[in-house]
């Protein structure tokens, strides 16, 4: 019967609309998309996170370390209709004509996912793949029973073999990765260039942030709130629900302050009122410096609980569905054994976990610094600068 409702919600007629109507305006896109048309690659690096729906993750720290050592090179950003190209550089939106000339013309091409499934990479294009996380979750193939198509297969197979270089943070990534992704390519273990700024931060600069938010008081404890996105969660429409294991109107204990960030896989239909009391940051263009303003993270099975513990602070994990997420998902280690923080089931035990973070951190203090050693260790705040000396030599 389970199996009988998978296959209800997932070829519903609305979802079923909805992907056609996606297939079509790809189609179109294709037609306008001539990688066989490019005599001569631009000296031009495309930089894309997330479809351009951010601006950050891996791809910003390359940039910024790109364009103080080779300003000779033109900048392009994906951009959306929610988002800037940084300073120092041009945007093409996601799906243009301009967007499609830049993945044709572009000399290097950096991305933090796969770009879209007619995607051809030009003779003489260098492509970096720097992925977008630390997985607990099995990724790809790694998937059981997650019911992949031939044709998705084929395509996941084909963007990975146009990769010249995937950035791995760790020793645990650079044996995960290639059978995840069928790649057979150059592993680069660097760190991750987007948790650069966690360990160079300063205390003005944290401030800042917390101001740009609506937090000025230097002594407010801010709590960031940042669930993934569920499998088994979607509208009928076929979109990613909003996660919020949160009551709405949650009293969090005197001095603190909640930030709440959703995933990307849920902006298209995300609502502030999901929030609720909490400071809603889902749209913030840089998660980066939400870590930096925050004092402690709440999180499930994001891969944000690994980019978080390079800053060495208090790290919850709100899992109510921890047995379904697992036993649809997959894990690639024992959570529960090695969680460098409590694994809590309710809002309950959120606050009376907060009410004495100092004593609970102390608890798992020996689990942290193991985490650390295993997943941090390349964070230094130089990832960026290797990434860039590997792939466009060390000037």
Same mark, same amino acid.
């Given at each position: 019967?389970?199996?009988?409702?998978?296959?209800?919600?997932?070829?519903? +007629?609305?979802?079923?609309?909805?992907?056609?109507?996606?297939?079509?305006? =790809?189609?179109?896109?294709?037609?306008?998309?001539?990688?066989?048309?490019?005599?001569?690659?631009?000296?031009?690096?495309?930089?894309?996170?997330?479809?351009?729906?951010?601006?950050?993750?891996?791809?910003?720290?390359?940039?910024?370390?790109?364009?103080? %050592?080779? +300003?000779?090179?033109?900048?392009?950003?994906? !951009?959306?209709? $929610?988002?800037?190209?940084?300073?120092?550089?041009?945007?093409?939106?996601?799906?243009?004509? &301009?967007?499609?000339?830049?993945?044709?013309?572009?000399?290097?091409?950096?991305?933090?996912?796969?770009?879209?499934?007619?995607?051809?990479?030009?003779?003489?294009?260098?492509?970096?793949?720097?992925?977008?996380?630390?997985?607990?979750?099995?990724?790809?193939? =790694?998937?059981?029973?997650?019911?992949?198509?031939?044709?998705?297969?084929?395509?996941?197979?084909?963007?990975?073999?146009?990769?010249?270089?995937?950035?791995?943070?760790?020793?645990?990534? !650079?044996?995960?990765?290639? /059978?995840?992704?069928?790649?057979?390519?150059?592993?680069?273990?660097?760190?991750?260039?987007?948790?650069?700024?966690?360990? @160079?931060?300063?205390?003005?600069?944290?401030?800042?942030?917390?101001?740009?938010?609506?937090?000025?008081?230097?002594?407010?404890?801010?709590?960031?709130?940042?669930?993934?996105?569920?499998?088994?969660?979607?509208?009928?429409?076929?979109?990613?629900?909003?996660? $919020?294991?949160?009551?709405?109107?949650?009293?969090?204990?005197?001095?603190?302050?909640?930030?709440?960030?959703?995933? !990307?896989?849920?902006?298209?239909?995300?609502?502030?009122?999901?929030?609720?009391?909490?400071? &809603?940051?889902?749209?913030?263009?840089?998660? !980066?410096?939400?870590?930096?303003?925050?004092?402690?993270?709440?999180?499930?099975?994001?891969?944000?609980?690994? =980019?978080?513990?390079?800053?060495?602070?208090?790290?919850?994990?709100?899992?109510? =569905?921890?047995? %379904?997420?697992?036993?649809?998902? /997959?894990?690639?280690?024992?959570?529960?054994?090695?969680?460098?923080?409590?694994?809590?089931?309710?809002?309950?035990?959120?606050?009376?976990?907060?009410?004495?973070?100092?004593?609970?951190?102390?608890?798992?203090?020996?689990?942290? %610094?193991?985490?650390? @050693?295993?997943?941090?260790?390349?964070?230094?705040?130089?990832?960026?600068?290797?990434?860039? &000396?590997?792939?466009?030599?060390? @000037?």
């Amino acid at each position: 019967m389970s199996e009988l409702k998978r296959l209800l919600k997932t070829y519903s +007629p609305t979802r079923v609309l909805g992907a056609l109507r996606r297939r079509r305006n =790809d189609w179109l896109r294709k037609l306008q998309y001539r990688p066989e048309a490019t005599a001569q690659l631009r000296e031009a690096v495309l930089f894309e996170s997330f479809q351009g729906k951010v601006i950050g993750d891996s791809s910003l720290d390359i940039f910024v370390e790109l364009k103080n %050592r080779r +300003p000779d090179l033109e900048f392009i950003w994906t !951009t959306s209709a $929610n988002t800037e190209a940084p300073a120092g550089s041009r945007a093409v939106r996601h799906g243009s004509r &301009d967007w499609l000339r830049a993945i044709a013309t572009s000399k290097y091409l950096v991305n933090n996912t796969n770009f879209p499934w007619y995607f051809r990479k030009v003779q003489g294009q260098v492509y970096v793949q720097t992925w977008h996380g630390t997985p607990l979750k099995r990724l790809g193939r =790694d998937i059981d029973n997650n019911h992949l198509t031939k044709s998705y297969l084929d395509t996941m197979d084909r963007e990975a073999s146009y990769w010249d270089y995937l950035v791995s943070p760790s020793a645990f990534c !650079t044996e995960i990765f290639p /059978g995840a992704f069928n790649y057979r390519g150059r592993v680069i273990e660097t760190g991750y260039p987007r948790n650069d700024r966690l360990s @160079k931060t300063v205390s003005a600069q944290r401030q800042r942030i917390r101001e740009k938010i609506g937090i000025t008081d230097p002594a407010e404890t801010v709590v960031m709130y940042a669930p993934t996105w569920r499998d088994y969660n979607r509208s009928a429409t076929g979109n990613w629900q909003s996660v $919020n294991y949160m009551n709405e109107n949650i009293d969090l204990p005197a001095g603190f302050t909640m930030i709440y960030r959703g995933h !990307t896989n849920t902006h298209a239909v995300h609502k502030n009122e999901v929030a609720g009391r909490a400071i &809603d940051v889902t749209m913030y263009p840089d998660v !980066t410096e939400l870590y930096i303003a925050a004092d402690v993270m709440i999180t499930d099975f994001s891969s944000v609980m690994f =980019d978080y513990t390079v800053t060495g602070k208090p790290i919850l994990f709100l899992a109510p =569905d921890l047995e %379904r997420y697992r036993a649809e998902r /997959g894990f690639y280690f024992d959570f529960e054994d090695t969680a460098p923080g409590p694994i809590l089931n309710s809002e309950q035990e959120v606050l009376q976990t907060l009410g004495r973070i100092g004593q609970v951190s102390k608890l798992y203090e020996k689990r942290y %610094r193991a985490w650390q @050693k295993k997943f941090n260790s390349l964070e230094d705040g130089h990832s960026a600068s290797r990434v860039v &000396d590997i792939v466009w030599g060390a @000037k």
